[in-house]
């Protein structure tokens, strides 16, 4: 059964083109280890809410967009070990080095989590 990793993200609005060209990069590299499907989303109806939204889920400032983006994995294992030595990967692969394709965004405000599907409608 399929495995996902989901994502929120604020992206300085103005960052669009960069936030696409990391994506494009990066994402290509998670297809790689074994991802089959990737989606990155720029927000376009999201709205504020009452009580809690995306926006304060990741502290949104003004001048920022949230993005929602997934990776969908054939398991859990292919993911688990895509993510297994990740931090050594990033060591030592150089594809993988921050420094020479750096977040366009504030990491530290994304969530993200891992989801198994659960119900499932329509066709891939």
Known sequence: MA???GFVIAVPTENKDKF???ARYFDALFIDMGATRILECWGDDVPKGKQTDFYRAVDAKEGETVCFSWVEWPDKATRDTAMA??????K???RWDPAKNPMPF???RMIFGGFVPVVELGSP
Request: aromatic share 6%; proline share 6%; net charge negative.
């Open 92 to 94: 030592s692969d150089p």
């Open 3 to 5: 495995y996902i990793d």
């Open 106 to 108: 504030d990491g530290k």
């Open 85 to 90: 030595g990740m931090e050594e990967r990033m």
């Open 20 to 22: 696409t060209e990391h």
